[in-house]
């Protein structure tokens, strides 16, 4: 406790501060013209008055707040022993217990909460109020010290909360750009790599470049999608949206390498966006992963399939594949990842026959 930092940025004092300072002023005056047990009732409204403008410290110096007025009372209850000076108006400094332990470090509440309980021991030694009453004093600071905790960890586990949301879309981010520009900038150096080797064939050269064209600007437009995202001050979906239909795109690319067969069957009406772009994204990523890695592949195959309750994709393919290392790249856990947050599950693997075989399945209700 004592080496706990104090919570970031405590709000300014705002109008609400000053307007408190102007209710308790005339509050105190009041107090000071109809009691009738208050044995100095000037001095005990001019100190309750003095004190009063520490409220617009409590947060900023909550402990500065808090010991001015208790170390004040105390020395008053010196030199006016057995009298009554405190006014009812002073129970303003609940208020300044509750801003020390919700806004002050952990050495300023432990400094402060002795000042608090020293004070309220002087009060006993010079009578100034009964064994009983001392426990009531401590129950009152009691409460306010337990809301002050309160709302400063609900304010700590909040902050907590926020970083994890930021992670989150840090993850979200980089998923959506390895799945959309690494996707395309595949197929560009698959095709110039074709173009490079049908150099002496007629025309080979114009069709790579036409195709590198087209993926370029896929691209860009996906890049443009994903900064509107990012700079959109209205609210926004978590990924660019993708619907199932787009899945045929994926077989309209590329002329050269194995071909991409696509079929979608089912009920798509009223698939939730977040699922239709979680499906598209996950084949995407399975094709450019076949297109980098599948030697000798002749085809991909694309599936996917909706039924009442869930989406299944399934994409495979007949080539060679070599033994993946966990640095090999970002790919499958990217689509375990998406898949997951979504409810659902995405696995690959060789299949025992040959070739390479993603199948992911997300329920349809998935928010």
């Known amino acids: 406790?004592?080496?706990?930092?104090?919570?970031?940025?405590?709000?300014?004092?705002?109008?609400?501060?000053?307007?408190?300072?102007?209710?308790?002023?005339?509050?105190?005056?009041?107090?000071?013209?109809?009691?009738?047990d208050l044995r100095w009732p000037a001095l005990s409204v001019a100190i309750t008055i003095a004190l009063v403008p520490t409220l617009l410290w409590r947060r900023t110096r909550p402990l500065l707040a808090v010991v001015v007025p208790f170390a004040v009372t105390a020395v008053v209850s010196v030199f006016t022993v057995g009298e009554q000076i405190e006014t009812w108006t002073m129970a303003f400094l609940?208020?300044?217990?509750?801003?020390?332990?919700?806004?002050?470090?952990?050495?300023?509440?432990?400094?402060?909460?002795?000042?608090m309980v020293?004070?309220?021991?002087?009060?006993?030694?010079?009578?100034?109020?009964?064994?009983?009453?001392?426990?009531?004093?401590?129950?009152?600071?009691s409460v306010a010290i337990a809301l002050g905790a309160a709302f400063r960890y609900r304010a700590r586990a909040r902050l907590r909360e926020l970083d994890q949301v930021k992670l989150l879309e840090r993850e979200q981010l980089a998923?959506?750009?390895?799945?959309?520009?690494?996707?395309?900038?595949?197929?560009?150096?698959?095709?110039?790599?074709?173009?490079l080797a049908m150099s002496q064939?007629?025309?080979?050269?114009?069709?790579?470049?036409?195709?590198?064209?087209?993926?370029?600007?896929?691209?860009?437009?996906?890049?443009?999608?994903?900064?509107?995202?990012?700079?959109?001050?209205?609210?926004?979906?978590?990924?660019?949206?993708?619907?199932?239909a787009d899945l045929w795109e994926l077989a309209d690319h590329?002329?050269?390498?194995?071909?991409?067969d696509v079929e979608v069957t089912g009920d798509l009406d009223g698939l939730p966006a977040s699922v239709e772009a979680a499906i598209y994204r996950i084949a995407q990523e399975s094709v450019t992963n076949a297109r980098r890695h599948a030697r000798n592949a002749t085809r991909i195959e694309v599936r996917a399939e909706a039924d009442v309750t869930a989406v299944r994709l399934r994409v495979s393919d007949d080539g060679e594949h070599v033994p993946r290392t966990p640095?090999?790249?970002?790919?499958?856990?990217?689509?375990?990842?998406?898949?997951?947050?979504?409810?659902?599950?995405?696995?690959?693997?060789?299949?025992?026959?040959?070739?390479?075989?993603?199948?992911?399945?997300?329920?349809?209700?998935?928010?």
């Not at 689509?335 to 979504?342: D, N, P, T, V």
Request: proline share 8%; with cysteine.
């Open 1 to 36: 406790m004592w080496y706990e930092p104090a919570p970031p940025n405590p709000p300014k004092r705002v109008w609400r501060d000053w307007a408190l300072v102007a209710v308790l002023v005339p509050a105190a005056l009041l107090e000071g013209l109809l009691r009738p």
């Open 118 to 141: 020293g004070s309220v021991l002087l009060s006993l030694g010079l009578d100034r109020i009964a064994p009983a009453d001392v426990v009531a004093a401590f129950v009152v600071m």
């Open 201 to 244: 064939t007629p025309g080979a050269a114009d069709e790579a470049l036409r195709v590198i064209e087209a993926e370029a600007s896929r691209a860009l437009a996906e890049m443009r999608a994903m900064v509107h995202l990012l700079r959109h001050d209205g609210p926004a979906e978590l990924t660019p949206g993708r619907p199932l």
């Open 175 to 195: 998923r959506d750009l390895h799945d959309t520009v690494a996707h395309h900038v595949s197929a560009m150096a698959i095709r110039a790599q074709a173009g």
């Open 94 to 115: 609940l208020i300044m217990v509750y801003a020390l332990f919700r806004w002050g470090s952990g050495r300023e509440t432990a400094i402060g909460l002795a000042v």
């Open 254 to 260: 590329h002329n050269s390498g194995p071909a991409v």
């Open 327 to 367: 640095s090999s790249g970002f790919g499958i856990v990217g689509m375990a990842e998406r898949a997951g947050l979504l409810g659902g599950t995405c696995q690959a693997g060789p299949d025992p026959g040959g070739g390479w075989t993603v199948t992911a399945e997300l329920p349809r209700a998935a928010s």
